[in-house]
Structures are given as structure tokens and as C-alpha cells.
């Protein structure tokens, strides 16, 4: 016992290195992916608020920018809407409910924290479950797509960026609808690399990526950017291809929170179909 | 010594303030993020004993960790290099033990004795740093050159920050 004790007064440097290095790993391990909502929560009402009171200084000095993008955004959907159309035929715009079904209703949120420096960055949004923001909601500016909701709190949602190692988005070519996969490889923030293209598809500089919509979280058409150049590494049947992020991450402000209302149903048939195959 | 303790806690509270508000959002090409609040703990004065060194490292990086969204990320590399210090400070060269009036400041030690001190601390830690963060050896030469760049540029800040306390502390 004496010896025991000599032994951890002794070493006791080096075993409380070993004690304290090994919670901070565990704590590190446990939230590796998609953030642990309990640490989350406990911190986000009180970092939540710190960060909003920054970030309503800091909002003043992009109100110019802020302005400008809502502005032309008000443009395009004010040249979408009924009235600004030379109505010769009235049945055009006579909407059939059962035609039209919503499938997306848009929450506005602003961005209270945001990175883009590190190798996995996150997004903190001034809204949570209180105005109906859930985990698995998309998150896009009038731009394109920002990220996607991994952990909610009362009023504060915590978002996984783009420039993240796990992101993984189902993207489309727009010209030729091929399909591949956007991921970040950690280095510029306003570059991102489209992966699983096959190699023979042609394909040209300038060239527009969209999602795909087939991943039930984004919608299907929104923009992800452009291509900037494309190669086939040796002895690979894939393309490499970096395109240019048509979202400005280092200035994003307010941004919409997509709720897609027909995301359960899609997840269920999908989930039987999996069973009934299992069996 | 509560002056010595006043004054950590009120470097503590600033250093976190200036990394939150403003080292978080630096950016260059993604490779430059320096993590200034590790001063902290390289101005700990160096009698500081080993056990308060390691809590106060957790400490230090757990609050970081709060303000990241990171749990265990910047606790584990601040640990990491407070583990490293005395270790560091016994590499770079002695100091006088019986004059417990100096402390590891460039003050105190000179500019070279600290710069040394400091590259190497601040070093360990942005390589603990980033390469937990990537959690693979797979982009090991790009995850290299991003923890020499935030080391360079922590270093540097490091040393103005200091430069700046120093020069207040002289006047008054």
C-alpha cells in the first residue's frame, strides 16, 4: 500500500497527463461525427448566447452585403410570382392543390458562429426546436447550399458546414444529370471536389453542379457551384473534379433552414422496402 | 503570489476573449488558424506545480472546446502541451530556481530564450491539434504544412501580445 502510494506521489505528473488526456480523448472520440447533443446542450444556451451578442455587433458591418443579396433575391421571386405575368389565359396560374403539393417550407435563421479554417467547421443558427428546426434539415442561402442540421437545442441549432470531412452530398451535373458525390478536402474554403463522375462523360470548365435531391435532405436543383477544372488520376475510372462553391462561407449571415415535409414519408417507404429485402 | 494569481486570471479571461472573437475567425486559404490561448499557459510562472499545470491546461482547453463545438479537441492538445512544458523548458535551457522573481515572459528570459520556448510548445500543440482533428495520417503532409503555418503566425502573434503587455506594465 505504502509502496502504491510512493508510487503515485512520485509519478503522479505523468498519471494525471495519462487521466486527464484520456477524458479529454473519450469526450473527443464520443462526438467525432455527428456532434453529442448532451455536451451540446449543456454548452449551447450559454456559448449561444455570447455568440449572439458578438454577432449582433458584428452583423452591422455586413449589412451593405446582407441588403444587396436579399434585394436580388426579392427580384427573382417577384419576377416568379403571378404578377408579373401578362395574364391572356386565366387557367394558367390556377393552382390545383392536389397538384401542387408543398413539399419545402423555408425557416430563416441567422448565423450566430460560423469557421472555415479548420478541417471540420460548423455553423451555430439563432433558432432551435422552439421554431421547428429538427436534426437532418437542410440549410441553404440564396446562393446554394451551407450545410445540415446535426444537433438542435431550445434555441439555438448547431449545423455541420459543407467544409466538413463527413460532408457527403449527392450532386448532379446539370447539363448531362450525371450523378456523383460532393466532398471538402480541408484546404480552400471556396473549393469543393466532386467525386464518381465516370471518366468517358464529357464534361467542360464552367460546367454547373446542382444537388440531386435523392439524398431526402436538400432539395433536388439547388446550386453548388462550378467547375473549375477536372482530371483523371492514373489508373482510376473516376474524375477528380474541383469546382468553385458558389457560397461565400466567410460571409454567411442569414441563411434558410429547409424543412422538407414529405422527408418521413420518403424515409419510411424506404426503410420497409430495406426490411421486406432483408427477410 | 495573489497578484501573480490576479493577473493569470485576468490574462485567462482576455486571451479567450481575443481567441473567440477573433483568432476563430482568421483565415488564409484554410491553413492559417492560430491559437493564441496557449500563452496562457506559456506564461505560467515556472513554479508553477505539475499538477495545477495539467488542470489548468483542461481547463483552458475545455473552455476553448466549448466556444469550437469541439468537445475534447482543444482540452486534449492543451493537456497535451502542458505535459510537454517543463520538459521544454529543461530543453531550451535552466533558469535559476532560486530567483523565483522571473517568470517565462520575453522580459524576463529575453526574446531568443523565448522564442525558442514558445516555437516549441506552440509546435507540439497545433500538431496534437490538427492532426486529432483530421483523425488520420491519410492527408499527412497537407495537415503538416497547416500546423508549421498556424505555428509560424501563433508564434508571432504570441510575441506581439506579449510585447504589447510588457510595454504596459513598464510605464505604469
Known amino acids: 500500500m505504502r509502496n502504491i502510494l510512493a508510487f503515485i506521489v512520485r509519478y503522479h505528473f505523468l498519471l494525471l497527463f495519462v487521466v486527464l488526456e484520456a477524458v479529454a480523448i473519450t469526450m473527443f472520440v464520443n462526438s467525432t461525427y455527428y456532434q453529442q447533443s448532451a455536451v451540446l446542450n449543456a454548452g449551447n444556451n450559454i456559448t449561444g448566447r455570447f455568440y449572439t451578442s458578438a454577432s449582433n455587433v458584428t452583423g452591422y458591418f455586413r449589412l451593405r452585403r446582407t441588403n444587396e443579396l436579399l434585394s436580388i433575391e426579392n427580384s427573382i421571386l417577384r419576377q416568379g410570382s403571378g404578377m408579373s405575368f401578362l395574364k391572356n389565359d386565366t387557367n394558367t396560374f390556377w393552382k390545383n392543390d392536389t397538384l401542387y403539393r408543398q413539399q419545402y417550407k423555408y425557416i430563416v435563421a441567422r448565423v450566430i458562429h460560423n469557421s472555415t479554417n479548420k478541417r471540420n467547421n460548423y455553423i451555430m443558427l439563432d433558432k432551435g426546436r422552439r421554431f421547428g428546426i429538427e436534426k437532418d434539415m437542410a440549410v441553404i442561402t440564396p446562393d446554394g447550399i451551407a450545410g445540415t442540421v446535426v444537433s438542435v437545442s431550445e434555441n439555438f441549432a448547431w449545423v455541420m458546414s459543407v467544409l466538413n470531412k463527413y460532408t457527403r452530398i449527392s450532386a448532379r451535373i446539370q447539363k448531362n444529370n450525371q450523378m456523383g458525390t460532393v466532398v471538402w478536402n480541408g484546404v480552400d474554403y471556396s473549393i469543393g471536389t466532386l467525386t464518381d463522375i465516370p471518366a468517358h462523360v464529357k464534361l467542360s470548365r464552367g460546367d454547373t453542379i446542382v444537388t440531386s435531391g435523392f439524398s431526402n435532405i436538400f432539395p433536388a436543383g439547388l446550386m453548388l457551384g462550378t467547375i473549375k477544372d477536372y482530371r483523371v488520376e492514373q489508373g482510376e475510372h473516376f474524375y477528380v473534379i474541383p469546382f468553385a462553391f458558389s457560397v461565400d462561407f466567410n460571409s454567411l449571415d442569414y441563411v434558410y433552414v429547409v424543412k422538407s415535409l414529405m422527408k418521413e414519408e420518403q424515409d419510411k417507404l424506404k426503410e420497409t422496402t430495406e426490411e421486406q429485402g432483408n427477410e | ?172
Open chain 2, 1 to 172: 503570489m495573489n497578484r501573480v494569481v490576479f493577473q493569470n486570471v485576468i490574462r485567462f479571461v482576455l486571451l479567450l476573449l481575443l481567441q473567440v472573437l477573433l483568432f476563430n475567425k482568421i483565415n488564409l486559404y484554410g491553413y492559417l488558424n492560430p491559437f493564441v490561448y496557449i500563452l496562457f499557459i506559456l506564461l505560467l510562472p515556472f513554479e508553477t506545480p505539475g499538477w495545477l499545470l495539467l488542470a489548468l491546461s483542461f481547463i483552458t482547453g475545455l473552455t476553448v472546446d466549448l466556444f469550437s463545438g469541439t468537445p475534447g479537441l482543444h482540452t486534449a492538445a492543451t493537456v497535451f502541451a502542458g505535459f510537454a512544458r517543463p520538459a521544454i523548458i529543461r530543453l531550451v535551457g535552466k533558469h535559476d530556481e532560486s530567483d523565483s522573481s522571473k517568470f517565462p515572459t520575453i522580459r524576463d528570459m529575453g526574446l531568443k530564450w523565448f522564442v525558442s520556448y514558445a516555437s516549441i510548445v506552440v509546435f507540439l500543440h497545433h500538431a496534437a491539434l490538427n492532426y486529432l482533428d483530421v483523425f488520420s495520417f491519410t492527408e499527412f503532409f497537407r495537415t503538416l504544412l497547416r500546423v508549421i503555418v498556424s505555428s509560424l503566425f501563433t508564434v508571432l502573434f504570441v510575441i506581439l501580445i506579449e510585447y504589447i503587455f510588457v510595454s504596459h506594465r513598464e510605464k505604469r
